[in-house]
C-alpha cells in the first residue's frame, strides 16, 4: 500500500493527500482484490495494509464505492489468479485456490453489500457476481487464449471455479441453473480440440465435481435437475475418449510407417517396392511389423502421458455417473452401440490389450446390470425418444440452425449424438416389432420430430435413420393422419398475454433470446450475451419483464438481476469504425439523418450469396445506430440500443429483433388526431388500431425499402430467402398487432338512416315510392381497418409468401388485397358481374395497398381486371400445392370468367386448359400444333394426363419421342431427372409383370430382364445422383446378382433422393398433403432393407411376409381363404372410390410393383420355402388386381388378372396345386372390372353364366367354397340387373331370393370354429339385405300404383263393371224365361248373352287384376320384412355397412302396415316372430319413433301390434336403460304441461299425448319397476331428476325484467333439483345412491353388448349425475326465459344445460336425431372401397371419408310436451345476434363502420315497395351500392389467429354450416 501511494504520489506530482486518495479511489476494486486474497496466508501484512489503504482512503468510501463495484473486486481477483501471482519470501508464498476463495469470501465482510436473507445463497452472490458470471469469464479467456501457456493460465481461473463449485455443492448454495451452466461449460472447453493438452487437469477437476455432485448427501432435486445436462456430458466424453483414442492410433500408425520407411530404405527396396521378388518372405516382414507396433504402442502408453491420462479419466467419469445410482442406467443405454462401433475398426488384433484397457466397450461390461439385455416395448422408446427430443430440440431458426462457428458447432454435435442414439434405439424397436402380435399407438408428436430430423442439419445418418423410422412408422399404419410440427406460441396469443401491449411482448422475446444466448457453445457470444443481460436486467423495463418470464428463464438471469440502483452496467456496442463502414456502404438516400435505409444497405442482391447473415446483422445494426439515438421519440430505445451487440454477433437475434425495430419505428410517428364529432365511424377506429401514419416519413422509407425487396425474381426469392422471412415476419408481427388492436377498440353501432317517408297526398308520388336520393349514403370503401401498416401491394406480398412456401398466407394477402380494392373478398364475382365498369372508373379512389389505412393511390401500370388475373393464378398455384382440388375447380370456374372478360375485345384466345383429363391433353395437342416448341412444364402436364388415363404405355414412347426431339441446350437438369425418373418408374413397373421365370439372373440363357431392357435410359450428367426410382430399380438388379452390398447402397441412395425431395416442403404449409407420398416410399425402402437382411438370412423369411400381411397366427395364408374373404366388400360397387388423383394411384402402383418384384426374387434365392412364397405371390398379385379395381383404375386391375392366370400356368407346371373354382373367381372378377367399365351387359352375362355353370355342376351341398361363390355371382348379377332394369322385376327377385337362400345354407352348414365362418356371416348378412332393399322397392312401386288416382278410377270402374254384370245377368235371366221362339226375342236374348259374357270377362279380368296387385303387395311385403329380419339378427356389429338405414326401412315397414287392412296380419305376424330375436341396439336410433306409437291396447285390438312393440320398448329399456327410460318417462308426463302454452301452434303442443298414451307409457315403467337388477331403482332416479327439471322449467319467469339474472338459488323458489339426490328436509326419499341417471343431454354411445355398468359403474363414455351446483341463472332472451344449471358428474365434469318451459322440443329432438343419422351416413361414405384400400395400404393411405363432413349437433331431451333439457353448446351465438347489434356489436358495424344496416336496407325497400317496378329496382340497386356483403370470413381469420392455416380449414367448415342452415330454414 505504501508503494502505492508512492508511485501515485511521483505519477501525479500531487502535494495533497486528496489528490492521492482521489487517484486510489479509482482504483479501489483492483486494490482490494490484491489485498484481500492475502488475508488468510498473510493475516498481517494484510491488516495492515488495510490499514493503510482506510487511512489513505475513507472507510466510507472504501465501502461504498467497493460494495458498488464488489464484483469487478471479485473478477480482479480473477485476473490475479489467471496471472499467476505468487509472493517471493523466505519461504516463497504460492497463492493456491484455497486462497483466492478465502480472499472472495472477504468482499461480503469487508464491502458492505446488501444481503438477501429470504433465500441461501453463495458466497459469489454475496460478492455481487455468481457463478454463471464467472464461467463465462473464464470461458472466454480460455478461448481467447493464443499459446498454450496462456491457456494454462486461463485454465487455472476455471480450475478455481471448480473448486468453488465443488464447496457450492457441500453447502447446498448453488442453483439447478447456474450448475447446468457450468456443465455445459465444462462439455465445450472439452470438445475444443485447442485445449486438448489440458484434457487430463479438465477431466481430473470434472472428476471432482461429479464426486461432489453424485454423494449420498446431495439434494435430489438438484441432480434431476441436471440429469439431461449429464446425459450429454457423459456423450461429450464418450466423444473426448472417441478423439483421443483415435489420435493414439494414428500416431502409433503414422510411427510404424516412418519405421517401415526407414527399414525398407535401409535394405535399398524402396526403388524395387513395385517390382519386388515373389520369392521374398513376406512373413518375416508381418512377424517384423507386429513386433515394431508392439513396441511402439508400449513406448507410446510409456511416453504420452497425455493419451494415457485422457483415455482413464474420461474412463472413470462416465463410471461415476454410471455407477452412482443417481442417475438411471436407460440415460446412457445406447451410447455403448457408438462405442462398440467405433471400435470395430480399430480393434486389431495388436490394438486388443489396449482396447480392452482404454475402450469405452470395457466401461460398459464393467457396469452391466440385470436389466441391461431387456429389450424394452416400443411404447417405452418412443416416450424416451420424446423425452431426449424436447431435452435437445431441433433449432427451427434458419439463421441459428446455419450457424458455422466451430465453438457452437460442439454442442450441435453432442445434442445431435443424443438424437442419434435415441434415434438408433427407436429405429431397433421399430424394426423387430410385430404389428400382428400387438398394435400399438403411437403419440403424433413421435412424427413431428422424426420430420423436423428429416428436415434438419443433423448429420446425414440421423437423417437416414429418421426416414427409416417414418417408413416403418407408416408401414405399421400407427398414424391415422399426418400433420404438420408443432409450432410456438402465436403472436395474438402472445399479445392476449401481455395485456395487448406489443412492448412487452418484444421485450419479453428479447430477454428469453439473449438468456439462450448466455449457454451458446461460443464463449464471445456468452460473453456479450451475458454484458447485454445485465444490462438489459439494469433498466427499469427489464426488471418488469423479468417478473413475467418463465421460470427457466428466469432462473437463468437471476444472478444478472441487481437492486443497486445506481450501479452502472456498460453494454456491447459496435465501434465507430464499424458504424463508419455501414455509412460508408449507404447511398446517401433516407436523408443524412437516415441513412440506415438508403439502397446500399438493404440491396441483399449486392451481398452475395455467401453473405446472408451479414445482411441482416447491418441493417439492424445500422438502424440502432441511426435511429434510436439520442433525439429519437422511440419507446424504450435504450432497451434497444443495449442489444446491438447481441445483433452484430448473431444473425439469428438480429433477425428476431427485425420485426421489433420496425413496429417502434413506425410506432413512433404519433398517430393522427381524429375528433370524435367529425370523423367517420372508420377513422374513429382507425385511431385506435393504427401503427403511425401513413403518410410518415418512416413509413415510406420502410415500404420502400421492403418493396424492393419483395419485387425480386423469383430465383432470387430462392437464394435469399431468409431476407425474404424476415421482410414477411416483420409484415406478420404488424399485422397481428393491428388485427388484436382491432378486436379490442372501441367498436359503436352503426347509426340508423332516416329514411323520407312518401308522400300520401300525391298519386304519383306514391306510385314512384320513397325518394331514396335524399338518404345518406354509406361512407365509400377504404379497405380492411388493419393490415401491415406499410402501404405495399398485396400482390407483391403474395408473391414472395409463395416462394417462401407459406401458401395459406399467400392466398390471404392476395384475397386482402383485391378486397381493399373492389371492397369485398369476392372479387371473381365482382368483377365478373356488372360493377366491373364501375370500379375501373373510380381508379383514382382504390385502396390499392394493405396498410390498413385505406389511402386511396393510383397505379397506371395495371388494371382492376389484370391484378386479380394475377391474384387468380397466385391462388390456384398455392391451391395446387395444398393439394384443395374442390376449391381449385371452383376459382378456375371463375377465373375464366375474368378472363373472358378481359380479352372480349381482343384477337386472344379465350380458352385455357380443361380441367377433365382428356378434355385437358386435347388442349395441350391444340397448343403444341400453334406452338411446337417443348417446355418441361408442357411435357410433365402431358405426362400426368396419360397417366391419369391409364395410357401407360402410350407415355412411354411420348417421352422417349421427347428425350429425342429435346436439343442438348434444352435438356436443362430438371427435365433430364424427371425424364430420368419418369423411365425407370415404367421400367420398374413393367419389371413387376414379367412372367417367364421369376427373377433376374446372370446366366443369358435364363435371364429375366433382357440386356438391353435399361440401357435406352435418357442419359443423366456424370456428377449427379440418382433418383427413387431409378435407385429403387438398381438396387433390385442387383439382389437379383446377390450383390446385397450394393443393392443396399442403392436403397441408401433412394433415401438420399426422398430426404432431399422432402427438403423441399421444409417450411411448407403444404407439408402434409405432400408427406404421403414421401412416407410411403419410405415404406417401400424399409421393405427392401427387410428383403436384403431376408436375403442374408439375417432376418426370417416369415418375419417379412407377416409384415406384408401374408401369414397369420397358423403361419402363411392360404390363396383360397383370400379368394373367398376377397367379397367381403364387394356388394355396394356405389359406395367404391372411381376417382382417385394421381398421386395416390402412382403411390399405389409403386408399392405393389416393388413388392411384387422382391417377392419373385425371393422365390429363387430362398428355395426350400418357394411355395409359402408362391402363396404369398399369388395371393398379392390377385389384391393387387382387387385395390386397382376399387380405386377405378381398371386398366391396372386387367393387366393384375392376366399376370395371375401366367403365374397359375408357371406355377402349375412345377407342380403347384390350386382351388378347382379359382377359373369361376378370376371370372367373376372379369365381371366386376367389366361394371366399373360401364359394359353393363357384357358383366351381367358373365354373371348368369358362372351362375348357370355352378348349377350344372352336381353339389351335395359340403362344397362351401362353391355354394358361397355361386350366391356372390347371383347377388352381384342381381344387383347389376336391378340397377340398370335390364331384365324383369321377377326375374330379378328370383336370382336375389336364390342368392339369399344359399348365403343363409352356406352359414348354417359352416361351423363355428370355421376360418371362414365370420365371412359366411357376413355374406348372408349382406345378401339378406339386397333381397329386402329389392323386395321393398317392389311393395312401395305396388303401393304406390295402388294409391295412385288412376287405379282408383280403374277400381271405381270395375265396381261400375260389376254393377253393370249384374243387371246384365238379371236381364239376360228375363229375357231367357221370357224368350219365344220368335227372332226378335232369340236376337235380344243371343245380345243380352253376349253383353254379359263381356262383362263377365272383364270382371274376371279385373278381379285377377286387383288381386294380383293385393297378393303381390302381401308377398312383396313379407319377402321384404323376412329379410330384413333375417339379416338383422344374422349382421355381426363389426360390419362395414350402414345398417341403420336398413332398421329405418325396416320399422317404417311396419308402422305403415300394422293397422292396414290388406296386410297388417302379414306384417305383425313376422314382428311378432323375429322382433325379439334382433339385436336391441338396433332400434335404439329410432326410441323417438317406437315410443311415440305407444298406445292402450284396445279390447277390438286383434293384431297384437301394440304387444309385440311393448315387448321391444321393454328389451330396449332393460337391455340399454341410459336411452329408453328417459324417453318412457317423458312420455308418462304427456298431461303435465304446467300452466299452457299459447300462441298460434298452441294446439301442435298438444298432440299426441292422449291419456291412452300416458297410461300405456305408465303401465310399461309400473313393469320395469317390477323387474329385477338395478333397472327399478334406476326408473325412479329418472323420474325424480325428470319432476326435479320439470318444475325449474315451469317457473314462470315473468316477474323478471329483460335482462339475464345471474346466481339464483333454488332454495329461494322451493325447486329442489340441487337437492333431488340427497337426503334432507329437501332431498328426495324414493332415489337410490348408486343407481343415478346419467346426465340427460350427454347419454352413452350405444354398445350392442349391452353393458353399461350394471348400475354400479359408470356407462363407457358417459357420466352419470352427481349432483346440481346451488345457483342458476336466467338468459337475457327467450320467449319463456330458459334457465342455466350446472350439472356436476360423476367423474368431477360440469355439464351446463338449458331447461326450457312452454316450448315444445319434440321437433328439434327429431332434427337432431335426423343430423345424427346424416353423420353416421357420412361417416360411412365411401366405406365399400376404402375398407379393402385401408386392409392393403393401410389406414393412412386414404380417410374413411375423403371430404370429412359432420354436422355439429347438441343433446335435447323432451320431459312433457311443453318442456325439457338442452346441451349448453359453448362458444356459439345466434348468427343474428353475430351480424346485428343485438347484443353488443354486430359484425356488420364492426366489420363496415358506417354503414347501412341491414334494417335500414329493409326500411328502404319496404318505403319503395308501393313504387313501379323500375323505382323498385332503382333501390335495389341503390342498396347494394351501400350495404356490403357479410364479413363473416375476415371474422374466423381473426378469431382463428392462431396460425393463417387453421382459418381456412375452418371456412369451409363454415360455408358447410351454413348450407345446412339455409336447408334447416327452408
Given at each position: ?646 445483433c452484430a454477433k448473431e444473425a439469428c437475434f438480429a433477425a428476431e429483433m427485425f420485426p421489433y425495430l420496425i413496429f417502434s419505428l413506425l410506432d413512433a410517428d404519433p398517430r393522427e388526431a381524429s375528433k370524435e364529432k367529425s370523423a367517420s365511424a372508420r377513422d374513429l377506429i382507425h385511431s385506435q388500431t393504427a401503427i403511425g401514419t401513413a403518410k410518415g416519413q418512416m413509413n415510406v422509407l420502410i415500404s420502400n425499402c421492403f418493396s424492393s425487396l419483395l419485387k425480386l425474381d423469383a430465383e432470387q426469392m430462392k437464394i435469399y430467402t431468409q431476407a425474404i422471412n424476415a421482410i414477411l415476419c416483420s409484415l406478420d408481427w404488424l399485422k397481428s398487432i393491428t388485427e388484436h388492436r382491432f378486436l379490442m377498440a372501441d367498436h ?845 322449467a315451469m317457473l314462470s319467469t315473468k316477474s323478471f325484467e329483460r335482462r339475464q339474472f345471474k346466481g339464483l338459488s333454488f332454495s329461494q323458489f322451493k325447486l329442489t333439483l340441487d337437492t333431488c339426490f340427497s337426503s334432507g328436509r329437501r332431498g328426495s326419499k324414493n332415489t337410490s345412491a348408486t343407481n343415478k341417471p346419467v346426465i340427460f343431454t350427454n347419454p352413452p354411445p350405444i354398445r350392442p353388448d349391452a353393458q353399461y355398468g350394471n348400475g354400479i359403474d359408470d356407462p363407457i363414455g358417459a357420466e352419470r349425475v352427481l349432483s346440481f351446483e346451488s345457483k342458476f341463472d336466467l338468459t337475457p332472451t327467450g320467449l319463456h326465459r330458459p334457465k342455466i344449471v350446472k350439472c356436476i358428474g360423476s367423474k368431477g365434469g ?173
Open positions: 500500500m505504501k508503494y502505492l501511494s508512492e508511485c501515485a504520489l511521483i505519477l501525479t506530482d500531487a502535494k495533497s493527500d486528496e489528490s492521492i486518495a482521489k487517484i486510489l479511489r479509482r482504483e479501489i476494486a483492483a486494490i482490494c482484490g490484491y489485498i484481500f486474497i492475502f488475508f488468510d496466508s498473510l493475516p498481517n501484512e494484510s491488516d495492515s495494509a488495510m490499514e493503510m489503504f482506510k487511512r489513505c482512503v475513507s472507510s466510507k468510501h472504501i465501502e461504498k464505492d467497493g460494495a458498488k463495484n464488489a464484483h469487478k473486486v471479485l473478477r480482479h481477483m480473477l485476473v490475479l489468479r489467471r496471472k499467476g501471482v505468487s509472493v517471493v519470501g523466505s519461504p516463497p508464498l504460492d497463492l493456491d485456490s484455497k486462497t483466492f476463495i478465502d480472499g472472495m469470501k472477504m468482499i461480503s465482510k469487508h464491502l458492505q453489500r446488501p444481503q438477501n436473507n429470504a433465500e441461501k445463497i453463495s458466497f459469489l452472490e454475496c460478492a455481487g457476481s455468481s457463478m454463471t458470471e464467472c464461467v463465462v469469464i473464464a470461458k472466454y479467456w480460455l478461448s481467447s487464449s493464443l499459446t498454450v501457456t496462456q491457456r494454462e493460465d486461463s485454465w487455472r481461473v476455471f480450475e478455481l471455479l471448480c473448486t468453488i463449485l465443488e464447496e457450492t455443492l457441500r453447502d447446498d448454495t448453488i442453483s439447478n441453473s447456474e450448475l447446468r451452466f457450468a456443465f455445459n461449460a465444462f462439455i465445450v472447453i472439452m470438445l475444443d480440440e485447442n485445449n486438448s493438452k489440458l484434457l487430463p487437469s479438465i477431466l481430473g477437476s470434472l472428476k471432482c465435481v461429479l464426486e461432489s455432485l453424485l454423494q449420498e448427501s446431495t439434494n435430489l432435486g438438484l441432480i434431476e435437475g441436471v440429469l439431461p445436462t449429464l446425459r450429454k456430458l457423459c456423450l461429450a466424453l464418450l466423444k473426448v475418449h472417441e478423439r483421443a483414442f483415435v489420435s493414439f492410433y494414428s500416431k502409433c500408425s503414422s510411427s510404424l510407417t516412418c519405421l517401415e520407411f526407414e527399414q525398407r530404405s535401409s535394405k535399398g527396396l524402396i526403388e524395387k517396392s513395385d517390382e519386388m521378388d515373389e520369392s521374398l518372405d513376406t512373413s518375416e516382414m508381418s512377424s517384423t511389423r507386429e513386433e515394431l507396433l508392439k513396441h511402439l504402442i508400449d513406448s507410446k502408453v510409456a511416453v504420452e502421458a497425455t493419451y494415457h491420462e485422457t483415455l482413464m479419466r474420461s474412463f472413470d467419469n462416465v463410471a461415476i455417473m454410471a455407477k452412482s445410482g443417481k442417475m438411471s442406467f436407460k440415460d446412457i443405454l445406447g451410447a455403448q452401440d457408438m462405442t462398440l462401433q467405433l471400435h470395430s475398426d480399430l480393434n486389431q488384433d495388436l490394438f486388443g490389450e489396449i482396447s480392452r484397457k482404454y475402450s469405452m466397450a470395457s466401461l460398459f461390461s464393467s457396469i452391466k446390470r440385470e436389466d441391461f439385455d431387456t429389450i424394452p416395448s416400443l411404447q417405452v422408446e418412443a416416450e424416451q425418444f420424446l423425452q431426449i427430443m424436447n431435452e435437445y430440440p431441433i433449432s427451427v431458426d434458419s439463421f441459428r440452425a446455419n450457424a458455422t462457428t466451430s465453438s457452437t458447432a460442439f454442442l450441435q454435435s453432442i445434442e445431435a449424438q443424443a438424437r442419434l442414439i435415441a434415434l438408433r434405439r427407436l429405429e431397433k424397436s421399430l424394426v423387430r416389432h410385430d404389428s400382428t402380435q400387438s398394435s400399438v399407438e403411437l403419440p403424433a408428436e413421435l412424427h413431428n420430430w422424426l420430420m423436423k430430423i428429416c428436415y434438419s442439419h443433423d448429420p446425414e445418418e440421423s437423417r437416414l435413420i429418421s426416414s427409416r423410422c417414418l417408413g416403418e412408422i407408416n408401414s405399421l399404419g400407427s398414424f391415422a393422419t399426418l400433420t404438420m410440427p408443432t409450432q410456438s406460441m402465436s403472436i395474438q396469443s402472445q399479445l392476449a398475454k401481455h395485456d395487448g401491449s406489443p412492448y412487452k411482448v418484444m421485450m419479453t422475446n428479447i430477454l428469453s433470446s439473449v438468456a439462450g444466448f448466455l449457454d451458446s457453445g461460443c464463449a464471445e457470444t456468452s460473453l456479450v450475451a451475458m454484458k447485454t443481460a445485465r444490462a438489459l436486467l439494469n433498466s427499469g423495463a427489464g426488471k418488469e419483464c423479468w417478473k413475467i418470464l418463465s421460470d427457466t428463464d428466469q432462473a437463468l438471469l437471476r444472478p444478472f438481476v441487481t437492486n443497486d440502483d445506481g450501479q452502472q452496467h456498460s453494454s456491447v456496442f459496435i465501434s465507430n469504425t464499424c458504424k463508419e463502414k455501414l455509412k460508408a456502404r449507404s447511398a446517401g438516400l433516407g436523408g443524412a439523418n437516415l441513412w440506415c435505409f438508403s439502397d446500399g444497405l438493404w440491396n441483399v442482391v449486392e451481398y452475395g450469396e455467401g453473405s446472408r447473415e451479414l445482411w441482416i446483422k447491418n441493417i439492424v445494426c445500422a438502424i440502432i445506430s441511426c435511429c434510436l439515438g439520442k433525439d429519437s421519440k422511440v419507446r424504450n430505445k435504450g432497451f434497444f440500443r443495449i442489444c446491438q451487440g447481441m359503436q353501432k352503426n347509426s340508423s338512416v332516416i329514411v323520407p317517408k312518401t308522400s300520401k297526398t300525391s298519386k304519383k308520388r306514391r306510385s314512384k315510392g320513397a325518394d331514396i336520393d335524399d338518404v345518406q349514403p354509406s361512407p365509400q370503401w377504404r379497405g380492411c381497418l388493419y393490415g401491415v401498416v406499410l402501404r405495399l401491394d398485396g400482390i407483391d406480398v403474395a408473391k414472395a409468401c409463395f416462394h417462401a412456401k407459406r401458401y395459406f398466407s399467400s392466398m390471404y394477402y392476395a384475397e386482402m388485397g383485391m378486397q381493399n380494392m373492389v371492397g369485398s373478398g369476392s372479387f371473381f364475382e365482382q368483377l365478373s358481374g356488372d360493377n366491373a365498369h364501375k370500379i375501373e372508373k373510380n381508379d383514382e379512389a382504390l385502396v390499392r395497398d394493405i396498410s390498413g389505412f385505406g389511402v386511396p393511390s393510383q397505379n397506371e401500370e395495371q388494371s382492376v381486371l389484370d391484378r386479380a388475373l394475377v391474384a387468380k393464378d397466385i391462388i390456384v398455384r398455392c391451391l395446387t400445392e395444398l393439394e384443395a382440388n374442390d376449391e381449385l375447380d371452383g376459382v378456375l370456374l371463375q377465373g375464366a370468367a375474368l378472363s373472358l372478360k378481359q380479352n372480349i375485345s381482343s384477337f386472344t384466345t379465350l380458352g385455357g386448359l380443361r380441367n377433365e383429363k382428356l378434355a385437358a391433353l386435347q388442349d395441350h395437342d391444340i397448343r403444341l400444333e400453334e406452338r411446337p416448341a417443348i417446355f418441361q412444364e408442357g411435357f410433365e402436364s402431358i405426362t400426368s394426363c396419360l397417366e391419369d388415363l391409364g395410357l401407360n404405355h402410350t407415355k412411354h414412347h411420348y417421352l422417349k419421342g421427347v428425350e429425342k426431339v429435346l436439343s442438348a441446350g434444352q435438356q436443362d437438369d430438371g427435365s433430364r431427372n424427371f425424364l430420368r425418373e419418369k423411365w425407370f418408374e415404367d421400367s420398374l413397373n413393367t419389371a413387376s409383370r414379367w412372367d417367364d421365370t421369376l427373377l433376374p439372373k446372370l446366366d443369358t440363357n435364363d435371364q429375366y430382364v433382357q440386356p438391353d431392357k435399361f440401357r435406352d435410359a435418357p442419359p443423366s450428367k456424370s456428377n449427379s445422383s440418382s433418383g427413387f426410382y431409378e435407385s429403387v430399380v438398381h438396387a433390385l438388379l442387383c439382389f437379383g446378382k446377390d450383390d446385397i452390398a450394393g443393392g443396399l447402397n442403392n436403397v441408401t441412395q433412394a433415401r438420399r433422393s426422398i430426404l432431399a425431395d422432402m427438403e423441399a416442403l421444409v417450411g411448407s404449409e403444404s407439408q402434409s398433403k405432400g408427406l404421403a407420398t414421401h412416407l410411403s416410399r419410405l415404406s417401400v425402402i424399409g421393405n427392401l432393407e427387410l428383403t436384403a437382411r431376408t436375403l442374408e438370412g439375417k432376418s426370417p423369411l416369415a418375419f417379412l411376409l407377416n409384415r406384408w400381411g401374408f401369414c397369420d397366427e397358423a403361419g402363411v395364408e392360404k390363396f383360397e381363404s383370400l379368394l373367398l374373404e376377397s367379397d367381403n366388400y364387394s356388394f355396394d360397387m356405389k359406395d367404391h372410390v372411381t376417382d382417385v388423383d394421381n398421386i395416390l394411384a402412382r403411390r399405389v402402383f409403386t408399392e405393389f410393383s416393388v413388392q411384387e418384384t422382391q417377392l419373385k426374387l425371393l422365390i429363387s434365392k430362398l428355395q426350400s420355402d418357394e411355395n409359402d412364397i408362391v402363396e404369398a405371390l399369388t395371393s398379392h398379385v390377385f389384391k393387387s388386381s382387387h385395390i386397382y379395381r376399387e380405386l377405378g383404375r381398371t386398366d391396372a386391375a386387367n393387366l393384375s388378372l392376366s399376370r395371375l392366370r401366367s403365374l397359375v400356368q408357371v406355377f402349375k407346371q412345377r407342380g403347384m396345386t390350386y382351388p378347382t373354382n379359382l377359373p369361376l373367381v378370376l371370372h367373376l372378377e372379369d365381371a366386376k372390372l367389366m361394371k366399373c367399365q360401364n359394359d353393363l351387359d357384357t358383366a351381367v352375362m358373365r354373371c348368369k353364366i358362372i351362375s348357370s355353370h355352378l348349377d350344372s355342376i352336381e353339389d351335395d351341398g359340403t362344397n362351401l367354397e362353391l355354394r358361397s361363390l355361386h350366391a356372390d355371382s347371383l347377388l352381384l348379377g342381381s344387383l347389376w340387373m336391378a340397377e340398370q332394369n335390364v331384365d324383369a322385376a321377377t326375374t330379378i327377385l328370383s336370382s336375389f331370393q336364390k342368392a339369399a337362400d344359399l348365403s343363409m345354407n352356406v352359414y348354417r352348414k359352416s361351423k363355428t370354429k370355421d376360418a371362414l365362418h365370420t365371412s359366411y356371416i357376413h355374406k348372408a348378412s349382406i345378401a339378406a339385405f339386397k333381397l329386402g332393399e329389392f323386395a321393398a322397392s317392389l311393395y312401395y312401386s305396388v303401393d304406390k300404383r295402388m294409391s295412385s288416382d288412376v287405379w282408383k278410377k280403374r277400381c271405381l270402374a270395375a265396381n261400375e263393371r260389376k254393377k253393370e254384370l249384374n243387371l246384365a245377368i238379371t236381364e239376360a235371366e228375363n229375357l231367357a224365361k221370357n224368350r219365344s221362339r220368335s227372332n226378335a226375342d232369340e236376337r235380344l236374348y243371343i245380345g243380352a248373352d253376349n253383353v254379359r259374357s263381356v262383362l263377365e270377362r272383364e270382371v274376371s279380368f279385373d278381379d285377377r287384376d286387383m288381386n294380383g296387385m293385393a297378393a303381390s303387395l302381401r308377398q312383396y311385403l313379407k319377402l321384404s320384412v323376412e329379410s330384413y329380419c333375417s339379416a338383422l339378427k344374422l349382421c355381426p356389429s363389426s360390419i362395414a355397412a350402414n345398417v341403420s338405414s336398413h332398421v329405418f326401412q325396416l320399422v317404417s315397414l311396419w308402422f305403415k302396415n300394422c293397422a292396414r287392412a290388406e296386410t297388417n296380419d302379414v306384417v305383425n305376424e313376422l314382428m311378432q316372430a323375429n322382433a325379439l330375436g334382433i339385436p336391441s341396439y338396433r332400434f335404439v336410433p329410432l326410441t323417438y319413433q317406437l315410443f311415440s306409437r305407444i298406445d292402450s291396447t284396445q279390447d277390438d285390438e286383434v293384431n297384437d301390434f301394440q304387444k309385440i312393440l311393448r315387448d321391444i320398448v321393454l328389451k330396449i329399456c332393460r337391455e340399454h336403460p341410459y336411452h329408453g327410460i328417459v324417453q318412457l318417462v317423458a312420455l308418462a308426463n304427456g298431461k303435465r304441461i304446467g300452466v299452457g302454452v299459447d300462441g298460434r301452434n298452441a294446439d301442435t303442443y298438444l298432440e299426441n299425448v292422449g291419456s291412452s298414451k300416458v297410461d300405456a307409457a305408465t303401465s310399461i315403467l309400473n313393469d320395469l319397476r317390477e323387474g329385477e337388477g338395478y333397472i327399478p331403482a334406476l326408473v325412479e332416479s329418472y323420474t325424480t331428476l325428470s319432476d326435479a327439471f320439470i318444475n325449474l360440469r355439464f351446463k344445460q338449458l331447461v326450457k318451459g312452454e316450448d315444445d322440443l319434440r321437433q328439434d329432438a327429431i332434427m337432431e336425431q335426423v343430423f345424427g343419422t346424416v353423420n353416421d351416413l357420412l361417416r360411412h361414405e365411401g366405406a365399400g372401397g376404402n375398407v379393402a384400400i385401408k386392409q392393403s395400404l393401410g389406414a393412412p393411405a386414404i380417410p374413411c371419408s375423403s371430404r370429412h363432413l359432420r354436422l355439429i349437433t347438441y343433446g335435447i331431451t323432451p320431459l312433457t310436451p311443453s318442456c325439457g333439457v338442452l346441451e349448453w353448446v359453448n362458444d356459439t351465438m345466434c348468427f343474428g345476434e353475430y351480424v346485428d347489434d343485438k347484443r353488443g356489436i354486430g359484425a356488420h358495424s364492426r366489420y363496415n363502420p358506417g354503414e347501412w344496416g341491414d334494417n335500414d336496407c329493409a326500411k328502404i325497400y319496404r318505403a319503395a315497395a308501393g313504387g313501379t317496378e323500375e323505382s323498385r329496382r332503382k333501390v335495389y340497386r341503390k342498396i347494394c351500392e351501400n350495404f356490403s356483403p357479410g364479413k363473416t370470413k375476415d371474422s374466423f381469420l381473426l378469431l382463428f389467429h392462431r396460425k393463417i392455416a387453421i382459418p381456412y380449414s375452418h371456412l369451409c367448415s363454415l360455408f358447410i354450416s351454413l348450407s345446412v342452415l339455409l336447408f334447416r330454414i327452408l
